[in-house]
């Protein structure tokens, strides 16, 4: 029979190794995160007032550069023919249902190419079209 009397002592809790492991994870967040969308090719949009809407999936970008060259995500098109265009966008949509494509055309850019693009995209069945600007200064 074991009469010792057993004092109670309050559980220690060390705070150390879970210190160490938010900071690995803050870490980890802060080195991994995007913070800005670099573009690589230059490009003077538009200018318009209106708020941008943000979008659920992500979109395919359409570039159209002052020369009228293409560029899916960032990728050149190897020519303006339409039929090369609609390769390059279907190749870029891979099968995916309700995708977006976001034409971003410089302000210089012909009209015939806009024009090219929009057809392109019509002719594959991609109705959710948008035309990327840039925000206005001048508010009324």
């Given at each position: 029979m074991n009469l010792r009397q057993f004092t109670k002592q309050d559980p220690e809790?060390?705070?150390t190794p879970l210190i160490d492991v938010v900071f690995l994870l803050l870490i980890f967040f802060m080195v991994s995160t995007t913070f800005?969308?670099?573009s690589e090719i230059t490009v003077d949009l538009p200018e318009a007032s209106a708020e941008p809407v943000e979008?659920?999936?992500a979109p395919i970008d359409l570039t159209i550069d002052v020369k009228g060259r293409?560029?899916?995500n960032q990728q050149k098109v190897v020519n303006r023919q339409i039929g090369t265009?609609?390769?390059a966008i279907k190749l870029a949509v891979d099968g995916r249902k309700d995708v977006s494509l976001v034409i971003?055309?410089?302000a210089n850019t012909p009209h015939q190419a806009v024009i090219t693009a929009m057809d392109a995209a019509r002719q594959l069945?991609?109705?959710?079209l948008s035309i990327?600007?840039?925000k206005s200064n001048d508010r009324p």
């Open positions: 809790v060390n705070l800005t969308k670099e979008a659920v999936l293409f560029y899916i265009l609609k390769k971003s055309a410089d069945g991609i109705v959710k990327a600007t840039k």
